[in-house]
């Protein structure tokens, strides 16, 4: 079992950046992949950007570049740096992890942090 917890989200203006962590507790969330999801007012929940337990990173072509993903295998805990944040990055972030054969909706899934990027 591993649970996760979420902080960092906020109300910041367009072009600012912000960093989101994850905190995992459990005795097998070392070996997880992790990653970040998003959902949008009326959108689904949409892949941000995720990494596994031997550093291979992965991100949704809309954050490229601007968002980078983290994790401290000694601390547990996983961290997403979004730089050059725009309106439409608003949205509650979900914190995942998944074991290697197993899809994300299967997953283990954080409660969420909103972040909200203004115009």
């Known amino acids: 079992q591993v649970q996760l917890l979420e902080s960092g989200g906020g109300l910041v203006q367009t072009g600012d950046s912000l960093k989101l962590s994850c905190e995992a507790s459990?005795?097998?969330?070392?070996?997880?992949?992790m990653g970040w999801f998003r959902q949008a007012p009326g959108k689904q929940r949409a892949f941000v950007a995720s990494?596994?337990?031997?550093?291979?990173?992965d991100y949704a072509s809309s954050v490229q570049g601007r968002f980078t993903i983290s994790r401290d295998a000694r601390k547990n805990t996983l961290d997403l740096q979004m730089n050059n944040l725009k309106p439409e990055d608003t949205a509650i972030y979900y914190c995942?992890?998944?074991?290697?054969?197993?899809?994300?909706?299967?997953?283990?899934w954080g409660q969420g942090t909103q972040v909200t990027v203004s115009s």
């Open positions: 459990g005795s097998t969330a070392g070996s997880k992949t």
């Open positions: 995942a992890a998944r074991s290697f054969n197993v899809p994300w909706n299967r997953g283990y």
């Open positions: 990494v596994t337990s031997g550093g291979t990173e």
